[in-house]
């Protein structure tokens, strides 16, 4: 069912908005009522367009495919074909591709393949501090067509992912942070051979005292190391397991490295037992970001969560809030599910799964609800926002989103809300939009609410103005 049955037949259907390069498709297979029209049509590639080979994820009884457009053996930016499969059946598709033969200028491939194992140092030039993660040539789509680019993930010197667009000649086109964060500012070996026990607040320090709890997973290495998740540290004060008991003063940084590790690992079991999802990498964890500096990161990209122990005067004790800890983990099933951007209506959407899955696994509708030091808590899902609040703004619109989703989980209850909203998730992209998540939810909800529970979900969301 993985490998890349050639899928480029294509589809066609609702809101597909002409691009100059592009065109957006999406088909369904349905045999419900409740489905969007079905209009199959034989997309012709051009000779030179291939989709990556790529790995389906499973997603509950479904499998997820994501693939990237390759023309001419190079990727082309911001294109996708999202694929989900049931019963080996392929029952979704959505698709970002180009709309026709493109003309391809490949004379300054030679030496972009000789420039781009060197870009760090034209890099340097711009920013000395800049640590190259990941560099590679693409396509980049503009008005006049597209052109060949060196695509280079670095980090900077505050420990931030930062995107670099760099033309065959090294001048930098743009720059953008890629991270998700919690408010605007290969894999080890499987078996768990060590049951150690921490002393930690198994739910936070709000709401639960000091108990022995069970490390899951660890491999054994002296490490707070999964198979699922590696928890580091950037201070000094890293934690070394000796034995199978570990206890340390909440207040210090080690106690930090435990309890993220625990909420970690809770996050992830709900991923996979509640959810279904299978997370296809290892999350690396890194806390106290900025140290000896106290900041207020937190943030999710491509595998990788930050946090910082928060500046005493916005946040403190960022690691120990399992709002803040769970919301950056879910943003992981969310990258494997749907790939939602982090700008615009997509990012908005991205932090409202977040935050309601997040809050879902709290039970309770408060964000940063233990670290924040301004207020009770940092956001509520508990409000009322309408659909005409919007304002550009993505925490703010992101609560448009996820507010909706909690009143939902009073129609539904908590088990079925969660089931909704994942898959829902599972049926947006990276180019989704509010209209396209309300479209998908209005069309999953029905398979899993009551008749009269359908009913009370039309009114709630015609009160909201969706
Ligand atoms: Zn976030």
């Known amino acids: 069912m993985k490998s890349s049955r050639s899928l480029l037949l294509l589809f066609l259907l609702s809101g597909c908005a002409k691009k100059s390069l592009f065109e957006e498709h999406q088909w369904f297979h349905t045999t419900s009522q409740h489905g969007p029209p079905l209009i199959t049509q034989q997309f012709s590639a051009p000779e030179n367009i291939r989709p990556s080979e790529a790995k389906a ?31 080996s059946q392929p029952i979704f598709i959505s698709s970002r591709v180009p709309s026709e033969a493109l003309s391809l200028d490949l004379d ?7 420039d781009v194992l060197t870009i760090q140092f034209f890099l340097k030039k711009y920013d000395p501090l800049l ?41 930098v086109l743009s720059k953008r942070r890629l991270d998700s964060g919690f408010e605007p500012a290969a894999l080890n070996s499987t078996t768990s051979s060590s049951q150690v026990f921490a002393r930690i607040f198994p739910l936070g320090p709000k709401y639960s005292q000091l108990q022995n709890i069970a490390l899951s997973g660890l491999v054994g290495d002296g490490t707070l190391n999964s198979r699922r998740a590696k928890v580091t540290t950037l201070s000094a004060e890293k934690v070394q397991i000796a034995g199978d008991q570990i206890q340390y003063d909440p207040d210090s940084e080690k106690f930090d490295q435990v309890q993220v590790y625990h909420f970690v690992s809770q996050t992830l079991d709900s991923i996979e037992k509640q959810y279904g999802v299978e997370i296809p990498f290892q999350l690396d964890v890194q806390l106290h970001v ?24 916005l946040y403190r004790k960022i690691p120990q809030d399992p709002s803040i800890v769970y919301h950056e983990t879910y943003h992981a099933m969310i990258e494997v599910l749907a790939k939602l951007p982090n700008e615009g209506e997509g990012g908005a ?17 408060l964000l940063a609800e233990s670290s924040y030091l301004k207020a009770a808590y940092k956001r509520t899902l508990n409000e009322t926002h309408l659909l005409s609040e919007k304002t550009g703004q993505k925490y703010h619109d992101s609560l448009i989103v996820s507010s909706l989703l909690w009143e939902c989980r009073k129609i539904l209850g908590r088990e079925m809300a969660g089931q909704i909203s994942l898959k829902t998730l599972s049926l947006l992209t990276p180019i989704s939009d509010f209209r396209d998540f309300i479209e998908k939810f209005k069309q999953v909800s029905p398979e899993f609410a009551s008749a009269q529970q359908t009913r009370d979900l039309q009114a709630l969301l015609q009160r909201r103005g969706w």
Request: no cysteine; charged share 25%; aromatic share 12%.
């Open 57 to 87: 994820i499973r997603a509950g009884s479904a499998e997820i495919q994501f693939q990237e457009v390759f023309l001419a053996g190079i990727p082309l930016k911001s294109s996708f074909i999202k694929t989900v499969w049931r019963n």
């Open 290 to 313: 900025g140290s000896p500096q106290k900041t207020n990161t937190a943030f999710y990209y491509g595998g990788h969560i930050r946090l910082g122990r928060g500046d005493e005067e």
């Open 131 to 171: 640590k190259v993660e990941k560099a590679r040539i693409v396509w980049l789509p503009s008005l006049s067509g597209i052109h060949l680019s060196f695509e280079v993930t670095a980090l900077n010197a505050d420990g931030e992912f930062v995107e670099f667009l760099i033309d065959p000649d090294h001048q």
């Open 349 to 365: 959407l991205n932090e409202a799964f977040a935050d309601f899955f997040t809050a879902l696994q709290l039970d309770s509708p």
């Open 108 to 114: 300054r491939l030679k030496t972009m393949e000789r």
